[in-house]
């Protein structure tokens, strides 16, 4: 439950059981979350009532840190850091049929450009503009592009546990998408260059959606990528006469990384997943991909991870836990909105500005580490008594801790206010003027005589 900026954790009634099927990670059952009636109505002696609530608190305090972990604080997807003030992300529809065109509104196929633009806007700041085109292409006029899809296509041995009681092993086909990428990348920008310059066979953006057959008059240099301008590409291919039950990898229809993302849409009605949700087995509808794209830009744009998703650096890849898995959001099996919580879309801001002041730390750590360089080069040239080179290395000592203390100052300047967690005081010192004055010259006294001390025991006997 949210209220603005604040958030609760909700005990939810029970029971509820949800998960993988042949796994045991992640599910949900009624044990999962902490039982009120335990504690209200507890059962046997007086030890007994202590253990009941000691093991209440200690579930609830789990519960706390899974939805800290999860949702408050959940880790960062992609590291994207990115100082461009308009973000341009052409929706490219690659179908290789003339049936339907997912582009056209109104049908239980169809993808709202507008409600995608609107929860984009929800994930950036203010200040930067988002623009959504979206256009469709014919497969068949991009032969790389065909090629590539057929060459993505993958097939794994699937053991299932049939109603008799055995395991049935069949092949499964899915689309890589890692593959698709790496054999787009030459054809990418061609492709996205044609659709940003030359008008597709239908286009659609939001401000000139309802203009049927009428010429829309672009200014110079509108839509062409241009200084300042971030270019994330959302790739659907819509198939036909292809396996009734294809998907991309881990059972999804999307894969992302850090600047593309590709959705695969097919006329098939619903394929069953390996997921249940008590005794009924969760489906996912391939023809509707307007949830797929809102994650996918969620992940590339927002840095936002799937809220059941947490990296183990002990398993050495992500491990689940399904209990976050139903509710606002698009991500995985269990969710069943196209649309991002107040809750993410402030996680969304907050990665934004986590990605930079993370990239500012590791490039002052690298100038304190070249500044250490030199304060090493410079005791160095002190002790052989070369002073001249000395001054000029102090010089550049100087002048890198002048530009470093500028950049420290410009990006805590710029964030601050957007990272505030509480209100600092600074009070001036009570010592007076005087007294700090004589107190700094003592050091440099100690200075001076440290410095002549070395030269003096230092210079070779003549």
């Not at 949900?28 to 609530?53: C, E, W």
């Not at 959705?263 to 005794?279: D, M, R, W």
């Amino acid at each position: 439950m949210e209220v603005e900026h604040l958030k609760f954790g909700l005990v939810l009634a029970g029971p509820c059981t949800y998960g993988r099927l042949e796994t045991e990670e992640g599910s949900v059952s009624s044990k999962t979350i902490p039982r009120l009636r335990n504690v209200m109505y507890p059962q046997g002696s007086t030890a007994d009532k202590f253990t009941t609530h000691d093991n209440f608190v200690g579930q609830l305090a789990a519960l706390i840190g899974i939805i800290a972990e999860h949702l408050v604080s959940p880790d960062v997807r992609f590291v994207t850091v990115d100082l461009a003030t308009r973000l341009l992300i052409p929706i490219i529809v690659l179908q290789n049929h003339n049936r339907y065109n997912i582009m056209e509104k109104g049908q239980n196929y169809s993808i709202d450009i507008q409600a995608i633009e609107d929860e984009v806007k929800n994930m950036v700041h203010k200040g930067e503009e988002v623009v959504i085109v979206g256009g469709s292409h014919s497969l068949h006029l991009h032969e790389k592009l065909a090629i590539a899809v057929s060459k993505a296509m993958r097939g794994h041995s699937l053991q299932e546990t049939k109603k008799d009681g055995r395991f049935h092993v069949h092949t499964k086909m899915y689309l890589d998408g890692a593959i698709l990428k790496e054999r787009w990348m030459d054809e990418m920008d061609g492709l996205a260059d044609s659709f940003l310059k030359h008008k597709p066979l239908r286009a659609y953006n939001s401000k000139t959606r309802g203009q049927k057959n009428k010429k829309v008059q672009k200014k110079q240099g509108d839509l062409h990528r241009t200084y300042g301008t971030r270019v994330v590409p959302v790739f659907v291919l819509s198939l036909a006469s292809v396996d009734p039950h294809l998907m991309m990898e881990d059972e999804s229809l999307l894969w992302t990384s850090n600047d593309v993302v590709i959705v695969l849409q097919h006329g098939t009605e619903k394929i069953p997943l390996s997921y249940v949700s008590e005794t009924e087995k969760i489906h996912v509808f391939p023809s509707q991909v307007q949830r797929q794209i809102v994650a996918g830009l969620a992940s590339v744009v927002g840095g936002l991870s799937a809220p059941y998703e947490r990296v183990s650096h002990i398993h050495e890849r992500p491990v689940v836990n399904w209990l976050l898995a139903a509710g606002c959001h698009p991500f995985g099996p269990f969710a069943n909105v196209s649309k991002l919580s107040q809750l993410l879309r402030d996680v969304a801001l907050r990665n934004t500005i986590y990605a930079r002041v993370d990239s500012a730390l590791r490039k002052i750590r690298e100038m304190s580490e070249s500044l250490e360089e030199q304060l090493v080069d410079l005791s160095s040239l002190l002790y052989d008594h070369r002073l001249q080179d000395a001054y000029m290395n102090s010089s550049d000592i100087l002048e890198s801790s002048i530009l470093t203390q500028q950049y420290v100052d410009h990006v805590l300047e710029n964030e601050k206010e957007r990272m505030r967690c509480c209100s600092i005081e600074y009070m001036q010192t009570t010592k007076s003027c005087q007294t700090q004055s004589l107190f700094y010259a003592v050091i440099l006294l100690a200075g001076f005589f440290a410095y002549f001390v070395v030269i003096f025991f230092s210079s070779p006997v003549k």
